[in-house]
């Protein structure tokens, strides 16, 4: 039986991996307090004790306004960490698949990204992901890289849930409405990591359902789904003031998933619709 390592196996993404991979793999996740991935010794010594066939990297920074004052904890968490887990396969062998982000887009194109355009970030997170992409292909060549948006699901903070607690707290909530993307629901991205993991068809994948649409229609989409009556005033980045600049169109299209294995994601209305029921 496969021996699978999960980093971040706490957060939303890596507690569904524990649940949907450990019927079918020996699954041991670690949290911050039980693996910290930004020390090298210590990545290099619970790998090696471990010694696992496949190590999933869902430790991140993801706090993006806080990022642009945290810049150290950032690269920190976001950069070296991969650097880390890179150096510590290199001794084991274990195939690394690393979760990364849309936001290592500039926003300015109009079509939806593929893998093959320039990556481009416009805020610290986004740099920070970029730059744990970048070690992890300097330093090891058996990786798969997931660029995925906009992760909701059942464990965790996410946007779903954020829009259900402030919708019990207002009678009027304020979404942003020119920045487009895709949201996708972590368990479909489990099942692009399992498809993936049994291949060797290393490099760098997008991986969000299909289709696309603003926060304010995502959160629109939520309310509508869940029965909820609360009035939804479309605002622009501007009017909100955040710290960070955010890419205004950062859809992707999963073309390699397409190209190599035919494999296409739900659209993020349907997979949305799923995640409600289950």
Not at 84 to 111: P, R, W
Not at 168 to 192: A, F, H, M, S
Not at 232 to 254: C, D, F, G, Y
Request: net charge positive; proline share 3%.
């Amino acid at each position: 039986m496969k021996k699978i390592l999960i980093t971040g196996a706490n957060g939303q993404l890596g507690a569904d991996l524990m649940d949907m991979l450990s019927p079918f793999y020996a699954v041991k996740g670690y949290g911050r307090a039980q693996l910290d991935i930004t020390k090298l010794d210590d990545t290099i010594n619970i790998v090696r004790g471990m010694k696992p066939n496949i190590i999933i990297n869902c430790g991140a920074y993801t706090n993006v306004d806080k990022a642009e004052q945290e810049r150290d904890m950032a690269y920190r968490v976001n950069g070296l960490a991969c650097r880390n887990l890179a150096v510590a396969c290199l001794e084991t062998k274990s195939q690394l698949i690393h979760i990364s982000t849309d936001f290592v887009y500039d926003g300015k194109k109009e079509e939806p990204y593929i893998e093959f355009d320039k990556a481009n970030p416009i805020n610290i997170y986004g740099h920070s992901k970029l730059m744990g992409e970048e070690y992890i292909r300097q330093i090891y060549p058996r990786h798969f890289i997931l660029r995925t948006s906009w992760l909701y699901g059942q464990y965790g903070n996410n946007f779903v849930k954020t829009m259900l607690k402030l919708a019990k707290e207002n009678e009027i909530l304020r979404v942003v409405d020119d920045q487009k993307g895709t949201p996708t629901y972590t368990k479909d991205l489990v099942r692009v990591i399992r498809l993936l993991m049994e291949t060797e068809a290393y490099g760098t994948y997008h991986a969000s359902n299909n289709g696309a649409c603003t926060w304010f229609e995502f959160a629109s989409q939520i309310f509508s789904l869940y029965q909820i009556n609360k009035k939804i005033l479309s605002v622009t980045t501007e009017e909100l003031k955040r710290s960070a600049r955010r890419p205004q169109n950062s859809v992707m299209r999963n073309y390699l998933l397409e190209l190599d294995f035919g494999y296409h994601l739900d659209n993020w209305v349907d997979a949305l619709k799923r995640f409600v029921k289950e």
